[in-house]
Each structure stands twice: as structure tokens, then as C-alpha cells.
């Protein structure tokens, strides 16, 4: 399935897959495309060996990953084994924390909701804490999540589907051109969110805020 784009290193987002539920073939292409470097967290080795997916490197406490499959992927072309046994930190977080060492500006994530609901939920909510080093997104077959920049401006068909999430507490945040606008709203997660808004039509979305973490999520299931 993978045969990497011409692309620089660095220029180009990373790609990590991670081990929660999969995603479609089209999606999946399409990452694998123009990402120069994939990262394969712990047992998910073995659905990408599956699937012939270009390995450039294997992080975990590789206690569900099998060290045939490393060996045999790394017949193939040189892959790189980052032990990382740190129970503090999720695998996500610490394959995150290895790509900003390594020079990385930017990473798309799947394989990274589904499944658990624990994991899910902790992988949206935990990378807030890298967008100051690193451009993440999270992206599945319904959605696609990642912290909006501040200030927010993208191009979106009327119509379209978008949560404001929170993490922690966000202070002044303005919008234009979505179904219920908001004004200098303070919004702290669960007291007060910004879930399922809407594009109010054709155009530019604007988002801005004081302070805070604001997740953005689109959504087209």
C-alpha cells in the first residue's frame, strides 16, 4: 500500500500510526502519499506489516508488537527501534515528543480514536500540550481534529460541520461565519463548548481567542 511521494524530509507532515480502530483505504493512501516518514507505535507493527506499509520507525515498551515483524520490516529497509517505557506518558505522547526531537514541524495521526473510548479522549486532549512545538492533527473517516491557530481563518463549504472544544479553560473566543456565533465567549470544558456548530455558508471561518487550548473538529459523517 505504501510508496512514500517524493518529498522532503521535514517539509512534509510525519505520519504516525497508532493502534486504536482503523481507517479507509482512500484516507490512508492519501496520508501515506506525502508523508516522508511514518511512525508506528507498538503493537500497531503488526497492521501495518499486514498492510505493507513502509515503516521508517517502531516506538513502545514493545510489550504487544512482535519482534518477528520488526525484523522482517527491517529487511526491507532500515527501521529505526525507539524503545520508550515511560508509563507516565501515553505512546502517542512520547511518539509525538520523539518527532519534535528529530526536526518534525508538523504530524497527521491515525489509527488513534475507536476502540477504547479512554485512549481516544486522552489523544485529543493530550496533544494540546505540544501545538506550541509541533502541527498535529488527528484524522479518521468522520473527522478531523487538531488546535486551531489563533487567530483561525480557512475556507469551508456552507454547511459544514465544527466543534470548539476546550481544554481546560479558553477565554475570549470571537467567530464569523458560523450558525450561532461567538462573541467574547469564555468556554471551559464540560461546563461550556462549542459543539456541533455549523458553517452558515460558503466562505471564510474565522476563530479567535484571548488565551487557551481550543480544539477544532471537522466532522462530515
Known amino acids: 500500500m505504501s510508496s512514500h511521494h517524493v518529498v ?59 519482534e518477528q515483524t520488526y525484523a522482517e520490516l527491517s529487511a526491507l529497509q532500515p527501521v529505526v527501534k525507539i524503545e520508550a517505557p515511560n508509563a507516565d506518558k501515553t505512546d502517542l505522547e512520547k511518539g509525538v515528543e520523539w518527532l519534535i526531537a528529530q526536526g518534525h514541524k508538523a504530524v497527521n495521526i ?29 484524522l479518521d473517516d468522520h473527522s ?22 476546550p481544554v481546560g479553560e479558553v477565554k475570549g473566543v470571537c467567530s464569523q461565519n458560523l450558525e450561532w456565533e461567538l462573541d467574547q465567549l469564555d468556554l471551559s470544558y464540560p461546563q461550556r463548548s462549542g459543539s456541533s456548530n455549523r458553517v452558515k455558508a460558503d466562505g471564510f471561518v474565522t476563530v479567535e481567542r484571548q488565551s487557551g487550548h481550543l480544539l477544532l473538529m471537522e466532522c462530515w459523517d
Not at 36 to 50: H, K, M, N, W, Y
Not at 121 to 131: E, H
Not at 144 to 165: D, H
Open 8 to 66: 522532503r524530509d521535514l517539509q512534509e507532515p510525519a505520519l504516525i500510526l497508532a493502534n486504536g480502530a482503523p481507517c479507509g483505504d482512500e484516507l490512508l493512501g492519501q496520508l501515506l502519499e506525502w508523508s516522508p516518514f511514518t511512525l508506528v507505535l507498538d503493537g500497531a507493527i503488526e497492521r501495518a506489516s499486514q498492510l505493507g506499509i513502509r515503516v521508517d520507525a517502531w516506538l513502545g515498551d514493545f510489550d504487544s508488537g512482535s
Open 144 to 165: 478531523r481534529v487538531f488546535e486551531a491557530p489563533n487567530p483561525f481563518r480557512k475556507w469551508y463549504p456552507g454547511g459544514t460541520a465544527l466543534s470548539l472544544i
Open 110 to 138: 491515525v489509527w488513534a480514536t475507536g476502540k477504547r473510548a479512554d485512549h481516544t479522549v486522552n489523544n485529543m486532549m493530550g496533544l494540546a500540550a505540544y501545538s506550541h512545538q509541533i502541527n498535529w492533527s488527528i
